[in-house]
């Protein structure tokens, strides 16, 4: 079935540091990818997405690359912010599928 | 402001009370969607709805009942529900499936529900 890992949390890091979130995923055909972001208190928003192979997204700082032969999607940002603390979350919709299938979500927390 | 809006944001029930939630959406979106977030467990996805009809329920017991009236309201209706029942339920929208493949969906803020 359609799947979605996230590395584990949380994520801790000082104020400019180098961010890596791990996403990988399992599905058939070629599916839609996705980074969500949840501020404390707040729903889910969408942060970039990718819908092909090698396509980059890229939002407020954000990038993720779509990369077909190794099945991920990971989010960097080069230099992280205290605002930046909050709860990521990998998704995919598979080709021919409404549904979207969520990893369990990445919590970054950001030191001053 | 995403767009969709959840009321209430927090309600606190006893298990035999009846209560509902609403969700609306202003972004001319015609799918429909609850989901529900605990902690330290993936979203779940509860029901989907199309056009006001729902495609899509995912196994969710029958004290969560969902009403669509249209394609820009849709409604949670609570009744006995059970302290496991406290969590985070998001309401999302997006276009239909089927229609265009990568288009998102967008989330409100969601209602805190705490069962006593």
């Known amino acids: 079935g359609n799947s979605v890992t996230q590395m584990e949390g949380p994520v801790t890091l000082s104020e400019e540091a180098f961010l890596t979130i791990n996403c990988t995923y399992t599905?058939?055909?070629?599916?839609?990818l996705f980074w969500y972001v949840q501020y404390p208190g707040e729903g889910l928003q969408l942060l970039l997405k990718?819908?092909?192979?090698?396509d980059k997204g890229s939002n407020k700082g954000f990038e993720a690359t779509y990369r077909k032969e190794t099945t991920s999607f990971h989010l960097e940002k080069g230099s992280v912010q205290v605002s930046d603390s909050a709860v990521y979350f990998c998704?995919?919709?598979?080709?021919?599928?409404?549904?979207?299938?969520f990893g369990t979500g990445t919590r970054l927390l950001v030191s001053p | 402001e995403t767009g969709v809006t959840q009321t209430p944001r927090h309600l606190v029930m006893g298990m035999t009370n009846k209560k509902s939630l609403k969700c609306e959406q202003h972004?001319?979106?015609?799918?429909m969607y609850w989901y529900k977030q605990s902690a330290k467990k993936p979203l779940e996805l509860m029901f989907v709805?199309?056009?006001?009809?729902?495609?899509e329920n995912n196994s969710v017991p029958s004290r969560f009942s969902p009403e669509c009236p249209n394609s820009s309201h849709l409604f949670l209706h609570l009744h006995t529900l059970q302290p496991e029942d406290s969590a985070l339920y998001l309401c999302?929208?997006?276009?239909?499936?089927?229609?265009?493949?990568?288009?998102?969906?967008?989330f409100g803020d969601g209602t805190r529900l705490s069962i006593l």
């Open positions: 998704a995919l919709r598979a080709t021919g599928f409404q549904k979207l299938v």
């Open positions: 999302a929208s997006s276009h239909g499936g089927g229609i265009v493949d990568n288009q998102p969906q967008h």
């Open positions: 709805y199309n056009f006001k009809e729902q495609t």
């Open positions: 972004l001319g979106h015609n799918a």
């Open positions: 599905a058939t055909g070629y599916p839609s």
């Open positions: 990718a819908t092909k192979a090698d």
